[in-house]
């Protein structure tokens, strides 16, 4: 079965600090790849998403992250952490005629 | 504003009682999903539909039911509530089902049973 993992459960950084959220998926072929972020007792928002092309994606509150087909991953990525940024964060993989699969998350804090 | 509702926003029931969480979107999607969400194992479907009248389950529909009667509306029922189905439920949509089409959440609904 297609599985997403994320290996950090939590991860803290300071403000102003750079920040990489790892995912990784399972199943080998071209894949349709999500990040989505929730902030505490709200649903879930999409950052960005890769689909094809370029391999680095450009989404919404500065984010970005980069799709490695060697290594099966989609990292997000972002240069300098705002405390606005303190969230919960889903990878989500998906392909054509099928469901999302979501990964367990991970949880960001920022320090002041 | 256009998007997904929810209700209750949350809610508190004894084992074994009947409950029905509502869903609503006015983005005239035509697929729909309800998930779980526990600590540690992310979001797992419990049951989607592609379109008015079609339901199917996903991951972990064990104690739930669902019903598309229109566009708009998805609910999920929990026929006798037990003390696992304690969690918070997403409803989404999309504008299709299938993994390129974005998924819009709800704001959910935290469901605890005692």
């Known amino acids: 079965a297609q599985s997403v993992t994320q290996p950090d459960i939590h991860i803290t950084v300071s403000e102003g600090a750079s920040l990489e959220l790892r995912c990784n998926y399972s199943?080998?072929?071209?894949?349709?790849l999500f990040w989505y972020v929730q902030s505490p007792g709200q649903g879930l928002q999409l950052l960005l998403k890769y689909f094809s092309g370029d391999t680095l994606v450009q989404g919404i509150k500065g984010f970005e992250a980069e799709f490695k087909r060697s290594q099966s991953s989609f990292n997000l990525r972002k240069p300098s952490v705002h405390w606005s940024d303190a969230a919960e964060y889903f990878c989500?993989?998906?392909?054509?005629?099928?469901?999302?699969?979501f990964g367990p998350g991970t949880r960001l804090s920022v320090l002041p | 504003i256009a998007g997904i509702t929810q209700a209750p926003t949350s809610q508190i029931l004894a084992a074994g009682r009947r409950m029905t969480l509502r869903c609503t979107q006015d983005?005239?999607?035509?697929?729909m999903y309800w998930y779980r969400q526990d600590l540690g194992l992310g979001l797992r479907l419990i049951h989607y539909?592609?379109?008015?009248?079609?339901?199917g389950k996903g991951e972990v529909p064990d104690g739930y039911s669902v019903s598309r009667a229109n566009t708009d509306d998805f609910p999920l029922t929990l026929a006798s509530a037990v003390p696992s189905q304690t969690s918070v439920y997403f409803c989404?949509?999309?504008?299709?089902?299938?993994?390129?089409?974005?998924?819009?959440f709800g704001p959910g609904t935290r469901l605890t049973v005692l």
């Open positions: 199943y080998g072929a071209t894949p349709y």
């Open positions: 539909s592609n379109t008015a009248g079609t339901t």
């Open positions: 989500a993989w998906g392909n054509y005629g099928q469901n999302f699969v």
């Open positions: 989404a949509s999309s504008f299709r089902t299938g993994g390129r089409n974005e998924q819009f």
């Open positions: 983005m005239r999607h035509n697929a």
